[in-house]
């Protein structure tokens, strides 16, 4: 069985945690780990790492692969997508290219930044799913709801299905309800929450896009032909221009709307695995076990007479005192307080944010790039401050800079800096000044994380204001 | 007419923006200007500058003058406390110091942390009292009351006094009330607030401290026979080390309690003049206009759907959405959130900061020094990064360090720099490093505002790792 994990989701609804240009499954909402790690890690005991693929936006790749370096994830299993065009395309794409590979192959799609309680019956569950696909059926999970959740699509429980066992037809796919319709789905007892996990073979979900999504299927093909590997290290798959240009212009559709709604080929298999989409804050009250008074509290946090209240902190204290049904989450550059039952809007106070043309909707503090971080510490008329984390191994591009000086201090770890014609090894405590106009590159050729606090000088201090003249990561 | 600003408030209760270190007459909570600084404006149309004395707990000596210099405030009128005594005291000394200059002197005492927003009712109230006062008289402010308050004292109006229209004698001070007698209060018209400020003779105050408060009175020509002029600049006063001896152990006790509640000179002015103590976040409902939901939101912020909340933000970004009655208060190093009815228990979440040792409950990330300030903004294992900021003509001690080595990085002005036996000037772009044991100092002779980003490295970074051999503000 092949693995497919989707990571496509920008999970605004984490802010300030979570922002555009570091979505939800990359980081450690529920944790220890960050979501794609647990979703990886949870597939292990069924499907090998080399059998896992991932497919997800081309500006998230490299931090992706970063996060999965250690489960020895293979990077040219990660397919960098151009743009966002919903789950059927991409799903699509990673038919054509399993069938390419092994014609019989069953592919598991499981989207990146969910949570499954149940390992042992999550992966029961596939088992049982595997041997119905093997049928030709595209098989789903279906999630036994345990409250009236207004939030999720349901399935209808349909009849059952000759010889096998605990698995049925679908009746219908709905929508998200309304409260109303949602009280009555749980006590009818035959509706269960669609939860977005696929048990198929490669060629029986190309079959039945090939007859529901026939404008998406005749391009596959194409598609993945215009696949390569990407310059610079490390190696995950990217589209060409060609590919790029055809990817962008074929429509975004859920797999659900273009091919499961349609398809007579559609069986479910009941699966109560502790599932949960965690698509809001508040969704933490059913993943997260809660003190006496029913908080969840993380970080450095001084709690007084709070009830029912989640309060996520980190370095920075937080002082709480008297809030009931409250959210609090903390970061280095943005703060949220909302009253619980407004979680599932903040998605619209990041929309206004983003209107508002405030960087902190989009962008984190900490600057993830292929070769580590930056986060900007302090910035004044004509100065910014900045800690550099160069990971082990890693160097930045040979550029140069119009309008700044740079100086740069080592506080952790070993760096190797070219500055024109010469290169200098400097140590913790060691400095050194970059001049406008100087080609200078910072590289970390040790084992251990490099730290460097970055001062920048001039009238224009501008993150394009820089011309690459080599870069490994093929941004020049 | 004298000026006498009583200072002497921690104003806990405005955490995280107000600290043990930087307490609440200091910061801006109803800006613009600073509490101290409003003070003394406020009594400006009654009172040359340079018959306004200050006293206030020798910590913040340096700090309260600063903020008084635009104003030319005479140094040498500021009495440094060294420890609290409340008011009996402090007022005692004061007046004493007073009666020394000029036996006929009228003071005017005044709390350093209120407001007043009608000044000019207030300025009239003070001349009617000024009037009062030459008769002998030890007379104070009623204020009508405008709600059921139960966190004030209350005076209880008595018979009008021959020949003073609109001034009475006091039937009785009352302690704070319950909320049912507060109610009863408003409700017969004859209750008034005791807002502490009072008017009277230097020789009618000591007269009557002499019989009511002898142990206190018996002490005071020698307590202002031990005043000094402090060491180093600024030259404020402050008792020698007799001086400091006595005063600490002399009783701590209100003017109210030791004088005012026995004294049969007592009188009162109605004094309609929108007064406020400003005792707690909540009380910025009062001083402050809200938005059309009841909001009080001031800094970066973004609000969707909050009614009758107080949102205090400074640089960083804060979202808040669907907030009811809440308050928030965000500071570089401390968040506040409190349900608004509860505002007055943020002294005991502050008490309990302060027991479980987080340094946040009494020291700010911005700490004042006699030259100027510094603020942290990142440390690791090894290193510590700061801001520090030197003011105009200012300079920092003839140091040295055992356990570390720092590195100096002139962001914006121009740095004279000692080290060892030589001198350097450093403009904005140049660096330095001051090596470990070697004696240094950092100073400012220019007049525009010195900035440097200081990283220090070392096993054990600590304030207390300072020899000082030199220094003008007397910290040998």
Redesign the interface.
Known sequence: MYGVILAGGSGTRF??ISREQSPKQLQEIVGPGTMIQNTVQRLLPLIPIENIFLGTNHKQAVETLRQLDSYNFVADHLIAEPCSRNTALAIGVMAQLMIDKDPDAIMGVFPADHVVTNSEAFIKALQKAETIAQNGYLVTLGIPPTRPETGFGYLKQGTTIENMEGAYHVDRFVEKPDNHTAKQYLEQGNYYWNCGVFVWKAASILKEMQQHAKNIYSQLETIVGCLQTSQGKPGYQELNKKGCDLFSSLPSLSIDYAVMENSSQVVFIPADIGWNDVGSWNALDDVYEKDSSGNIIHGNV?A??CNNSIIQGQK?????????D?V?V?SP???????K??SQ??K???E??NE?G?P?GKQPSTVKRPWGSYTV??S????L?K?IEVLPGETLSLQSHQHR?E?W?V??GNAEVVRDQETFHLK??D?I?IPKNAKHRLGNSESDLL?V?E?Q?GQHLDENDISRFEDRYGRC
Chains 1, 2 share one sequence.
């Open positions: 802010w300030p001084l007084h007479d920075r204290l937080i002082g709480v005192l008297g809030l009931t409250t609090v903390d550059d943005a703060l949220l307080v909302c009253s039952e407004r809007d903040v619209k106070l990041v206004a944010l508002k405030h902190e510490l302090d004044g008329p004509s100065y401050l800690r000086s100086h201090t506080v952790s913790t405590n400095s000044t730290i606090i001062i000088f």
